[in-house]
């Protein structure tokens, strides 16, 4: 299977359509995932860059404030402490914003913590160092001392700082280099699922205009098929319809309606109008049986008349079963046939069958007549002309031998004729039991039958190994009689018959009728002589009834002896070739079934 084929495959693209939603809600899983990360990585930065932002801040504060208590001290200028100086207020704000930024450290708020110590200790010496400097008699080097503490504990307080500023810058180091690496995985994550749905998309684009292709092209073979269906109840004669059960509704084709003879685009597809059309006398049969076959779900066969509105009266054959729709509704769907012409042939071939019959009934008594009442009276002649010619033979002057003669002749062909009018009238009516037979059987009981012919003609007889099958054991006996006698009558005067009988293999070139024969359906047997034969061109006419190809009077027969052969290889589902050449002998070729 190839990849077209598998994608025209809907099962197989529902497969791999969902695979690809999968992978997509994947990729868009981890895509989410990182974004998130993303998120929080810049949360991180801002956290850490607003924290060294409050720090530097507090330390600005303390440096202006320990700035103008300096100026304060050498100016003595009140300037320098209004609005600024002691107003610890804006660093507490401070305070509490760097405690919301470090509320998720725990080690970063114990520095906070500490910080807001030394914070709250630096104020302390402000105001201490502010009383000495107001004081009436300050002493210098207690001064001094004061600022060189406050100015020591300044610095010990910025490096404090700054160690958690640079704490927090490093801070921010790796959450920026954490950040450029979820970034570039996110756009990687993004491309790919960009990618994936647009190929998603046009996967299922092109599906979908494959499918539309497919339903258009599938569409137009259904209208065209429906339209071939049409033409063909037109030219068949017949047309469908269908009821619902659950909705009580019937549909008949235009077909339908055009055998009731109705216009389909007025015609109402109810089964009350329906039954108008239908003959009086077949309406509630009918009717009967549709309305009982809804009940029961069973199959409905019957035959009924329609009456067109001219008063034509035509016969249909309706046909009707159940089946589910794809709702699951049970659905009774039927055809109507107009087997008119075919019911008058009906009628016609019965009447013929009876005046067969009634030819047959004759025929059989000519049979009776054949075998019984004539031939009593052509006993009696032969009766007569034996006890002539053994007692008055010597009386009868030379002219009357010869007329005497001529009615012996004359009388044993006519028993002849009798004879085989009898055994060709057995083929046509004669039962036909099929029973498993060894033809060498019968084919050496007919020799020692025919044993005085053979003897006479001094012919030589050959069987060489005839199959078993099935066949009717006396019409086949007939057969091998009809031809080996016919083989010893046509001998040649200078020569000695040589008969030979055998089954021959069918080769690949056997050809009957436009068919080719195999050795697998068809035995052949052979019946080959050396006798006067005759040009193939009556290859066909000598199995015609009374047919003689020898006018000679040495060569009695009746015409009946080959169409008998004939006949019987008929009876067998078979058939009998011969060829043959003037002065070379004829050879009969018999082709039998092997299964009957």
């Known amino acids: 299977m190839n990849f077209r084929s598998l994608y025209r495959n809907s099962q197989i693209f529902k497969i791999a359509l969902g695979i690809a939603i999968l992978v997509v809600g994947y990729i868009a899983s981890v895509f989410y995932k990182q974004m998130q990360s993303l998120e929080s990585s810049v949360n991180l930065i801002t956290n850490s860059t607003e924290t060294q932002l409050e720090l530097e801040r507090v330390l600005s504060i303390i440096s202006i404030y320990e700035t103008n208590l300096r100026s304060y001290i050498i100016t003595k200028d009140k300037a320098y402490l209004e609005h600024r100086?002691?107003?610890?207020?804006?660093?507490?704000?401070?305070?509490?914003?760097?405690?919301?930024?470090?509320?998720?450290?725990?080690?970063?708020?114990?520095?906070?913590?500490?910080?807001?110590?030394?914070?709250?200790?630096?104020?302390?010496?402000?105001?201490?160092?502010?009383?000495?400097?107001?004081?009436?008699?300050?002493?210098?080097?207690?001064?001094?001392?004061?600022?060189?503490?406050?100015?020591?504990?300044?610095?010990?307080?910025?490096?404090?700082?700054?160690?958690?500023?640079?704490?927090?810058?490093?801070?921010?180091?790796?959450?920026?280099?954490?950040?450029?690496?979820?970034?570039?995985?996110?756009?990687?994550?993004?491309?790919?699922?960009?990618?994936?749905?647009?190929?998603?998309?046009?996967?299922?684009?092109?599906?979908?205009?494959?499918?539309?292709?497919?339903?258009?092209?599938?569409?137009?073979?259904?209208?065209?098929?429906?339209?071939?269906?049409?033409?063909?109840?037109?030219?068949?004669?017949?047309?469908?319809?269908?009821?619902?059960?659950?909705?009580?509704?019937?549909?008949?084709?235009?077909?339908?309606?055009?055998?009731?003879?109705?216009?389909?685009?007025?015609?109402?597809?109810?089964?009350?109008?329906?039954?108008?059309?239908?003959?009086?006398?077949?309406?509630?049969?009918?009717l009967n049986s549709h309305r009982e076959s809804l009940e029961d779900l069973e199959p409905t066969t019957m035959m009924f008349r329609y009456i067109l509105p001219?008063?034509?009266?035509?016969?249909?054959?309706?046909?009707?079963?159940?089946?589910?729709n794809s709702n699951g509704d049970m659905i009774k769907t039927g055809v109507n046939y107009d087997i008119s012409e075919q019911y008058k042939k009906t009628l016609e071939l019965?009447?013929?069958?009876?005046?067969?019959?009634?030819?047959?009934?004759?025929?059989?008594?000519?049979?009776?007549?054949?075998?019984?009442?004539?031939?009593?009276?052509?006993?009696?002649?032969?009766?007569?002309?034996?006890?002539?010619?053994?007692?008055?033979?010597?009386?009868?002057?030379?002219?009357?031998?010869?007329?005497?003669?001529?009615?012996?002749?004359?009388?044993?062909?006519?028993?002849?004729?009798?004879?085989?009018?009898?055994?060709?009238?057995?083929?046509?009516?004669?039962?036909?039991?099929?029973?498993?037979?060894?033809?060498?059987?019968?084919?050496?009981?007919?020799?020692?039958?025919?044993?005085?012919?053979?003897?006479?003609?001094?012919?030589?007889?050959?069987?060489?190994?005839?199959?078993?099958?099935?066949?009717?054991?006396?019409?086949?006996?007939?057969?091998f009689i009809n031809l080996i006698s016919n083989s010893l009558k046509y001998s040649r005067d200078d020569l000695a018959p040589n008969i030979a009988l055998f089954e021959e293999q069918i080769f690949e070139n056997e050809i009957h009728e436009g068919k080719v024969i195999s050795n697998e359906e068809y035995c052949k047997i052979v019946v080959a002589d050396n006798g006067i034969g005759f040009k193939q061109e009556y290859s066909s006419k000598i199995f015609n009834l009374f047919y003689r190809l020898e006018k000679d009077l040495k060569y009695s027969g009746t015409g009946l002896g080959l169409a008998i052969c004939k006949r019987i290889v008929e009876n067998h589902d078979g058939f009998i070739q011969v060829s043959s050449m003037p002065n070379e002998g004829a050879e009969f070729a018999i082709f039998i079934p092997r299964n009957i």
Not at 310 to 324: A, K, P
Request: no cysteine; net charge negative; glycine share 2%.
């Open 85 to 286: 100086f002691l107003r610890k207020g804006e660093i507490d704000r401070n305070f509490v914003r760097i405690k919301k930024l470090v509320a998720n450290n725990s080690a970063r708020s114990k520095d906070v913590d500490q910080l807001k110590k030394m914070i709250d200790y630096r104020f302390a010496l402000f105001r201490e160092t502010l009383l000495l400097a107001e004081s009436k008699n300050p002493g210098k080097d207690q001064l001094i001392t004061k600022l060189k503490e406050s100015s020591d504990f300044t610095e010990s307080m910025k490096t404090f700082v700054y160690k958690t500023i640079n704490a927090e810058g490093d801070k921010i180091k790796i959450h920026n280099d954490n950040h450029q690496f979820e970034l570039q995985d996110s756009i990687i994550s993004a491309f790919l699922l960009v990618i994936l749905s647009l190929l998603i998309l046009l996967l299922s684009f092109n599906k979908m205009n494959v499918d539309i292709k497919e339903l258009k092209t599938a569409n137009d073979d259904l209208q065209f098929l429906n339209h071939s269906f049409n033409n063909a109840e037109k030219i068949a004669g017949f047309g469908h319809w269908k009821i619902d059960l659950e909705t009580k509704l019937y549909s008949f084709s235009d077909n339908f309606m055009r055998l009731l003879g109705v216009d389909p685009a007025t015609f109402d597809p109810t089964i009350e109008n329906f039954a108008k059309h239908i003959h009086p006398d077949d309406v509630d049969f009918v």
């Open 310 to 324: 001219d008063g034509t009266i035509r016969y249909i054959q309706s046909v009707g079963s159940f089946t589910r």
């Open 350 to 479: 019965e009447e013929n069958n009876k005046e067969l019959k009634s030819i047959n009934e004759e025929l059989e008594s000519f049979n009776n007549i054949v075998s019984h009442d004539l031939q009593e009276p052509l006993h009696k002649i032969q009766m007569f002309i034996s006890r002539i010619e053994s007692k008055e033979i010597d009386q009868i002057s030379d002219q009357g031998k010869v007329y005497f003669t001529k009615i012996k002749m004359s009388a044993n062909k006519m028993q002849t004729l009798l004879i085989d009018l009898v055994n060709y009238s057995r083929t046509v009516k004669g039962d036909k039991v099929f029973v498993e037979t060894d033809l060498n059987e019968i084919v050496n009981q007919i020799v020692e039958d025919l044993a005085l012919n053979i003897e006479a003609k001094k012919a030589i007889i050959s069987i060489e190994n005839l199959p078993t099958i099935k066949v009717i054991p006396f019409q086949i006996e007939q057969l």
